[in-house]
């Protein structure tokens, strides 16, 4: 089992930078594939990126893809998601999941962090 703490959200301007964390508390992150997903207030949630747990292959919907960047670091036991030039429509929380290897096609994600809120604004 795996716990997960998003850390790094934040208020920032349109056309601005954050860089999110998706660490383990407890349990190893390379075990398992990590996706990024968001939820705004009155929308669904969407998936926007997964990196896999071998080879750290990435992948990213339409609306970010160009813009955010998946990495994960096992030495560190954390996935980061650096976003790039934000826009107001990015605006949500933020959550990381983690699931079997295979989770960024089959999206069987197991355990889920608590979410960070971005905010998009100027």
């Known amino acids: 089992q795996v716990q997960l703490v998003e850390s790094g959200g934040g208020l920032v301007q349109p056309g601005g930078s954050l860089r999110l964390s998706c660490a383990a508390s407890?349990?190893?992150?390379?075990?398992?594939?990590i996706g990024w997903f968001r939820q705004a207030p009155g929308k669904e949630r969407e998936w926007i990126s997964c990196?896999?747990?071998?080879?750290?292959?990435?992948y990213y919907s339409d609306s970010v893809k160009g813009r955010f960047t998946i990495s994960r670091d096992n030495a560190k036991n954390t996935v980061y998601l650096q976003m790039n030039s934000l826009k107001p429509g990015d605006t949500a929380v933020y959550l990381c999941?983690?699931?079997?290897?295979?989770?960024?096609?089959?999206?069987?994600?197991?355990?889920w962090g608590q979410g960070t809120q971005v905010t998009v604004s100027s």
């Open positions: 407890r349990g190893f992150l390379g075990y398992y594939a």
């Open positions: 990196v896999t747990a071998s080879s750290g292959s990435t």
């Open positions: 999941a983690a699931g079997v290897p295979g989770a960024c096609r089959s999206k069987e994600y197991r355990y």
